[in-house]
């Protein structure tokens, strides 16, 4: 049930004075809730709550912590039909992608029970005494990942659920052993109270400490200011635009004590199409992007937005079958009338830049909120030239850059920021020809794809969604998949620590039976 409330611990808050609604973009009318922003005295109960049980949380064993992410998959299921029919009020998003969407939440949360109850995530290295080593002496040193602190995490607005409320950012702080808070997104505020009342069912029926999970409404940046701020929060997870992660990064850098944002941002996604696979296969590869572009009316953070090849009578084929295959398509409706404005405002924006033209553009008439996809295109040389052109307009809007030869293409490449996905469209063994281009791609993005398109990000432990800045904020680490717990803990060693006082993960018995490295050899046994 919507109550429009805070959920801060076990207990519901509205004490702030600021109210707002969701709106459905298809109906293009507010929803019924009214929901209450977070005032700053609920702001800090939440962060205390989360700092009295991130004390005990830290130290719950990875098959309680199991249990906990299994019964948030199990409660977020039980809320059948009511999640499924909030959520494309709040999105205009259709319920096939809701139903989807909620799957792929489950599966990441049951995937975290998995190797948190496995424990080996932990990395535990024991390098034993050498006491009798001359001329120094060895001590024993043993080391594992230790979690940071409580996190706040911010919800996406394109993904109301596996990029927000329990999505994996949360999914991955609580495995590691992190308190949450979740800074509820605003265009799905009645979604997110859903999902919350699931995890704070779940931490209760598991014995979970209160604190461990609260969840805050707000329809500005007003609570993700003071949260970031606080002095008892120790990381940020924020997946969202380049000026709002940015803006994170910068209030996080400049607190007394530093912490890190761990942002995923903007990325245009750079698709480079060869020119044999273009003369062999361009008509089918048009659809294919034409149909990439256009998904989810382009809201998404893999959506191909950049699109390059060398000139030629096979690109410019390529550019005429890519106009007629977009324009074929229906539109889409984007998440929120902000959404759509801003969309229209950076195309049109982009389409004022000179030497930059339009292709084709949906033209027939559309419904409030939906998108008119479009393609352009520019020169080489006048895409190096203008560093605006190298900006997302997230929607289905792509543009398609001409060059004139290998090594301009290398060139801007090379000069591109940093992306999420880079994708090299070959034929046969072409792709043998082009080594500096895959080079190019590789230092600028975090995944290559060959052959294939951007869009779908597939939850396992060899993705890596992330990449060079501004794609990300540390390219070290993914957004998705097992690996993305890393983010959430730091290394910790016990020097000379008596075995009997040790974490189980690093005693000599090896009571979890987890692998480590011991002594520069990988074991399970014990010694």
Not at 168 to 178: E, F, H, P, S, V
Not at 185 to 214: C, D, N, Y
Not at 275 to 302: E, H, I, N
Not at 312 to 318: I, K, P, T, Y
Request: net charge negative; charged share 20%.
């Amino acid at each position: 049930m919507i109550t429009g409330k805070n959920h801060i611990g076990w207990q519901l808050y509205d004490k702030g004075d600021k109210l707002f609604k969701t709106f459905n973009p298809v109906s293009n009318q507010e929803n019924k809730h009214d929901f209450y922003e977070a005032s700053g005295e609920e702001i800090n109960r939440a962060v205390d709550l989360a700092w009295d049980a991130f004390s005990s949380y830290q130290l719950v064993s990875g098959s309680s912590k199991s249990e906990f992410l299994n019964a948030i998959a199990d409660e977020i299921e039980s809320l059948g039909d009511e999640l499924i029919e909030t959520y494309c009020s709040e999105s205009g998003l259709p319920a096939g992608r809701a139903m989807g969407e909620r799957g792929r939440t489950i599966f990441q949360l049951r995937t975290f029970a998995d190797l948190v109850k496995k424990g080996d995530w932990v990395e535990a290295h024991i390098d034993t005494a050498i006491p009798d080593r001359s001329p120094v002496p060895k001590p024993d040193l043993r080391k594992m990942m230790i979690p940071l602190g409580p996190v706040v995490v911010f919800g996406a607005s394109n993904f109301p659920l596996a990029y927000s409320t329990a999505g994996g950012d949360t999914a991955a702080a609580l495995a590691a052993g992190c308190p949450v808070i979740v800074k509820s997104h605003p265009m799905h505020a009645g979604t997110g109270e859903l999902i919350a009342s699931a995890i704070i069912k779940a931490a209760q029926r598991t014995g979970m400490p209160e604190g461990v999970f609260s969840n805050l409404n707000s329809s500005g940046i007003e609570v993700g200011v003071q949260l970031v701020r606080h002095p008892k929060v120790k990381a940020v997870g924020f997946t969202g635009s380049i000026r709002g992660g940015r803006a994170l990064y910068d209030l996080a850098a400049n607190r007394e004590e530093p912490i890190p944002v761990f942002a995923e941002m903007g990325s245009v996604n750079p698709v480079v199409f060869l020119p044999k696979a273009l003369d062999q296969r361009g008509t089918s590869l048009a659809k294919t992007y034409a149909g990439s572009v256009t998904l989810g009316t382009g809201q998404f953070c893999t959506n191909p937005g950049l699109l390059f090849g060398i000139k030629g009578s096979s690109l410019d084929n390529f550019i005429s079958e890519l106009a007629k295959e977009i324009t074929a398509i229906e539109p889409g409706c984007m998440l929120h009338p902000n959404i759509i404005g801003a969309y229209e405002s950076n195309k049109q924006k982009a389409l004022t830049q000179e030497g930059l033209s339009l292709v084709a553009q949906y033209d027939d008439t559309i419904a409030d909120n939906e998108a008119r996809q479009a393609v352009t295109t520019v020169e080489g040389k006048t895409f190096l030239e203008n560093p605006l052109l190298h900006q997302e307009v997230f929607g289905p809007f792509t543009m398609v850059v001409q060059c004139e030869s290998k090594k301009e293409l290398e060139e801007i490449i090379y000069r591109l920021e940093g992306q999420l996905t880079g994708t090299l469209i070959a034929e046969g063994t072409e792709a043998n020809d082009y080594d500096g281009i895959v080079q190019a791609l590789k230092n600028r993005v975090g995944r290559i794809i060959f052959n294939g398109v951007p869009t779908g990000v597939e939850v396992c432990p060899s993705m890596v969604h992330g990449g060079p800045y501004p794609a990300s904020t540390d390219s070290r680490f993914t957004a998705v998949g097992i690996n993305s717990i890393k983010r959430w803990v730091r290394p910790f060693s016990y020097q000379d620590w008596p075995n009997h006082l040790l974490p189980d993960a690093l005693k000599n018995e090896n009571p979890l039976g987890i692998v480590r490295l011991v002594n520069n050899q990988l074991s399970s046994e014990p010694f």
